[in-house]
């Protein structure tokens, strides 16, 4: 046959194959079959997921919602026998906990739709109102005190507000549109532009709330204030400098109150020791010891019967570990987890200098609450006093965190791609495009020089 006389039904490829000599087959798995091949395929499905441009839209929505919705049902369980103790219906905390979250779902929603420039324009007003509820809160006949701290402003009946949850996201809005205006100026290179009226107006808010003697909060706010400080990029010793004369303060706060040193005392106790000081983080740590791998069953906890204080607020995590075990308990851990990659990430793949300073104050809240909230439950940190974010009773707190978490959904969809990728999943089909069709009709038969239908 000549070389090149090709046989019917061959291909080119088919010829050229004659005469080659196959390699010899191995014996043994098949090429890309394995644990080690399957493993390696999962891994890059998995970064494939991980890197498309809803990830964070999505885990931020998600986290969010699943943590709100079992922190709703953990409310009702921690807090039904406190309620009859009090001679109120068993699920009257959680009535106005779900009354506070249907308002913050609104809120959240709301945030989620603002453009960012009415973000910015809100930062201003909300930054004065806040100051104002602030002050208000220690005049005489309005402020309200509760277990020693007066933060509270009563809006009358069962009601409360307490203005220092909303300083934190002022702070946020606030801090985040100066640096934006003073980076656009190419002015944070200056010190004095990085720390005024940034600082001053952080210890004003901060020497508020300490006026009520509520110091967790006051952490809280203090994390922020560095979270936007590193984030502007501040010279490493005035951070440190910053840091210090902070952590001077609160030592002098710590050191000046009985209170405190008590507190403080309580760091890994298993005991409640002298006048039971300890009795409530030495409960704290029962609960959770009493739940194993997977808990004692929702509802069978047995130190919310009196045994421990604030179950339904400061230490709801350690009612959660008591009824739903390790395995609980780790869950939330991971959906916060979850939802603060998800902050990182709308804060580093940004190029809007406001949404990277908000998306990383919030974040900063938000992860730095949840750290100080579940260190004190299991005996590592201090009780400071502060909910779990989303989780723990509380209208006040649960409002600003939630509007909060409406602006890193509204950050996440602003990305370039995943603006992309929403509009690739609008309907093609429906009332808008009907309409559209309807107006070309018409606007065709009405340019007929005839004039004929």
């Known amino acids: 046959m000549p070389a090149k006389q090709m046989l019917p039904g061959r291909r080119p490829s088919a010829v050229k194959a004659q005469g080659r000599k196959r390699p010899a087959v191995r014996a043994g798995r098949p090429a890309g079959r394995g644990p080690l091949a399957g493993l390696r395929r999962t891994q890059g499905q998995l970064r494939k997921a991980w890197d498309r441009p809803l990830t964070a839209y999505y885990l931020i929505f998600g986290s969010s919602l699943l943590i709100t919705v079992l922190g709703l049902v953990m409310v009702y369980s921690a807090s039904m026998i406190k309620a009859l103790q009090l001679g109120l219906g068993d699920a009257y905390f959680f009535k106005k906990q779900f009354l506070a979250a249907l308002i913050g779902t609104a809120l959240l929603l709301a945030a989620s739709r603002m453009p960012v420039r009415l973000h910015r324009a809100l930062s201003y007003p909300v930054l004065a109102g806040t100051l104002f509820l602030m002050v208000l809160v220690q005049v005489p006949g309005i402020g309200v005190s509760i277990n020693g701290n007066q933060n509270w402003i009563s809006l009358g009946g069962p009601f409360m507000l307490q203005p220092s949850e909303f300083g934190k996201l002022a702070l946020i809005l606030w801090g985040a549109d100066l640096l934006a205006r003073k980076g656009d100026k190419e002015l944070l290179s200056q010190w004095k532009h990085l720390l005024v009226p940034l600082v001053p107006v952080s210890f004003l808010l901060l020497g508020l709330i300490m006026l009520g003697g509520d110091m967790g909060t006051a952490m809280i706010l203090g994390a922020i204030l560095f979270g936007l400080l590193w ?216 340019k007929r020089p005839s004039g004929e239908r």
Request: proline content about 5%; hydrophobic content about 50%.
């Open 231 to 446: 984030l502007a990029g501040a010279p490493t010793r005035m951070f440190v400098g910053v840091l210090l004369f902070a952590g001077a303060i609160v030592a002098l706060l710590i050191r000046t109150s009985p209170h405190r040193m008590d507190r403080l005392a309580c760091l890994g106790a298993t005991e409640p020791g002298k006048n039971d000081l300890c009795w409530q983080a030495v409960h704290g740590i029962y609960a959770l010891a009493s739940g194993g791998w997977f808990g004692s069953g929702l509802g069978a906890s047995v130190e919310k019967w009196g045994q421990l204080p604030e179950a339904h607020t400061d230490f709801i995590f350690a009612i959660t570990g008591e009824e739903l075990g390790l395995a609980g308990t780790l869950s939330v851990l991971a959906l916060f987890a979850a939802l603060g990659y998800a902050g990182i990430r709308v804060a580093g793949r940004t190029e809007d200098s406001f949404v990277r300073f908000a998306a990383g104050g919030v974040t900063t809240w938000i992860t730095a609450q949840a750290v100080i909230n579940i260190g004190a439950v299991l005996g590592l940190l201090p009780i400071a006093g502060v909910p779990l974010p989303l989780f723990s009773y509380g209208g006040s707190a649960l409002l600003p965190t939630m509007f909060a978490v409406g602006l890193l959904i509204a950050f996440a969809r602003e990305e370039p791609a995943a603006r992309a990728a929403l509009a690739m999943r609008q309907p093609r089909t429906g009332w808008r495009r009907t309409g559209v069709r309807w107006k070309s009709m018409r606007r065709r038969v009405t």
